[in-house]
């Protein structure tokens, strides 16, 4: 509601001094009053200040008054305004083509029987009306009951539990892969080694290697040649490191080489000395030591000795770590009690007495022992063969064999279980055979037999390949080295073999 009092009014009281107000300052009469403006209408505000000896009361009046408006243009909306720009693009003219295809033809075809014969239809007709007779019918009526009976009775027995029946022909178990014409072997990494003739002579002597994976395989032209001081007569590989290889002489010296040196190989050499072998050395082993990861070399020869050695290769010499002897005086006769013998005493020069390490004898055979290897299977468990033409398996725990099997009529050179069967075995015999025996047939014939190719020649030695297991060497007396491929009848073990074997170690020798 406006106001209904005039626009313009004038002081209505003032009480005051010219001379002061002329000599005011202006920020004092600035301060006399003030105006605020509410809701669009004029509000009087008066206030009372006190100068002294003078008072002041003003009463300030305003008016209202219209002014022309001010237009701001935006920024924003000029901001927010996109550039656009018209483009135009066309595709190139589409080239079609119309082609047409025709399947390829076909031709039905049908067959029809032949017209049934007229005297076959009448002779069916007369059976089809005439009674049946008694036979097979009937008698398969009356055996039912039994036979099922007894189908019955077979499904819940064990008898067979563990049984493969094998369908190969035991003639094909074996084939012959390359035939080297050298005298000996020994298996290691898919290598072999050549040991030459166990007699004195004045030929050199050498070892030889072969790599049967090699390719271009010359079985005539070895791989690698070692010279050798003497005939060699034993050989044996590191069990850690292939390029090792230990072998007995038939000087009684006993050697190790380094198959990686190109120039010198030997490692180690023994010499002739008081503590060393004065016979041929007849076997050589790699033997673990005390220490973790050392290894030692086991020599025996013909004398009865066995000797360890431990390995000095920044010396190139053998240092003797310990020293045996097998004398018939020390060997104990009782079957049935184990005890040990006094030592023998050592010979005049010799660093160490000699000790005696037989402590259990076993049922003698009849003749000299060539051979014996204890099973990787069973740690009781060990078969001999030698000059009476049988491979007997001992107990450690029995001294008669639970075991006795005929070979051959002549030697048996060397018999050697299989690595990957606990089962099998295999002996070369004098004969010039090698026979493979499973124990888990009862029959306890030979499963294989591998005739060499050199008829009238004595297979003198043999070695599975424990890398690749379907490999075989046979040595043979002249010169000579055949090695056979076995299928997997004799290589890949049955789930109730290893319990076999174990019946095997625990029956009762007679």
């Excluded at 067959?111 to 059976?127: G, K, M, R, V, Y």
């Excluded at 166990?198 to 395989?217: D, I, K």
Aim: charged fraction near 15%.
């Amino acid at each position: 509601m406006r106001d209904s009092s005039p626009d313009i009014l004038s002081v209505t009281k003032v009480t005051l001094s010219r001379k002061w107000l002329r000599s005011c300052p202006v920020s004092v009469l600035e301060r006399l009053g003030t105006a605020r403006l509410c809701f669009g209408a004029v509000r009087l505000v008066s206030y009372c200040y006190s100068f002294g000896f003078v008072q002041a009361t003003f009463i300030i009046m305003f008016t209202d008054e219209a002014l022309d408006s001010v237009s701001v243009p935006s920024l924003w909306r000029k901001s927010q305004q996109v550039e656009r720009d018209s483009r135009g693009c066309q595709t190139r003219p589409v080239q079609s083509a119309e082609t047409e295809v025709q399947s390829v033809s076909m031709t039905v075809s049908c067959t029809q029987t032949e017209p049934p014969d007229q005297a076959t239809e009448q002779l069916l007709q007369a059976n089809h009306n005439e009674p049946e007779l008694p036979g097979l019918k009937n008698f398969l009526q009356c055996v039912e009951e039994v036979v099922i009976k007894e189908l019955v009775k077979n499904s819940k027995t064990h008898a067979f539990d563990g049984f493969q029946v094998n369908w190969d022909d035991h003639s094909h178990l074996v084939s012959r892969t390359n035939t080297p014409e050298v005298t000996g072997h020994f298996f290691k990494h898919r290598e072999f080694w050549i040991i030459d003739d166990g007699c004195w002579s004045t030929e050199r002597s050498y070892v030889c290697m072969w790599n049967l994976t090699r390719r271009g395989l010359n079985p005539k032209q070895a791989d690698l040649v070692i010279d050798a001081p003497a005939a060699v007569t034993a050989l044996c590989c590191h069990p850690n490191q292939p390029a090792l290889l230990t072998g007995g002489l038939y000087s009684g010296d006993v050697v190790v080489w380094d198959t990686s040196r190109t120039q010198d190989p030997v490692v180690a050499l023994t010499r002739m000395s008081a503590d060393s072998h004065k016979e041929p050395v007849y076997q050589v082993a790699w033997v673990p030591l005390q220490k973790k990861g050392e290894f030692g070399v086991l020599s025996a020869c013909s004398g009865g000795r066995v000797l360890l050695w431990t390995v000095d290769s920044d010396q190139g010499r053998f240092v003797l770590n310990t020293a045996y002897a097998l004398l018939w005086q020390q060997v104990p006769h009782s079957s049935s009690v184990s005890f040990k013998t006094p030592a023998a005493t050592p010979s005049e020069g010799q660093s160490m007495t000699l000790r005696a390490p037989a402590v259990f004898s076993f049922r003698p055979c009849n003749g000299p022992v060539h051979s014996i290897h204890c099973s990787p299977f069973h740690r009781n468990l060990f078969v001999i063969a030698g000059t009476d033409g049988q491979a007997h398996v001992y107990s450690l725990l029995q001294a008669n064999p639970v075991l006795s099997l005929k070979v051959s009529d002549s030697y048996v050179f060397q018999v050697q279980w299989s690595p990957t069967r606990p089962l099998v075995f295999a002996a070369a015999t004098g004969q010039g055979e090698v026979q493979i025996f499973d124990l888990g047939f009862s029959s306890l014939k030979p499963v294989a037999i591998i005739k060499q190719s050199s008829a009238g020649h004595a297979a003198t030695c043999l070695a599975f390949n424990c890398q690749n297991t379907t490999l075989l060497a046979v040595g043979n007396t002249n010169g000579t080295v055949d090695v056979w491929h076995l299928t997997t009848h004799l290589t890949e073990q049955s789930p109730a073999e290893s319990n076999q074997l174990e019946q095997i170690a625990n029956q009762v020798a007679e």
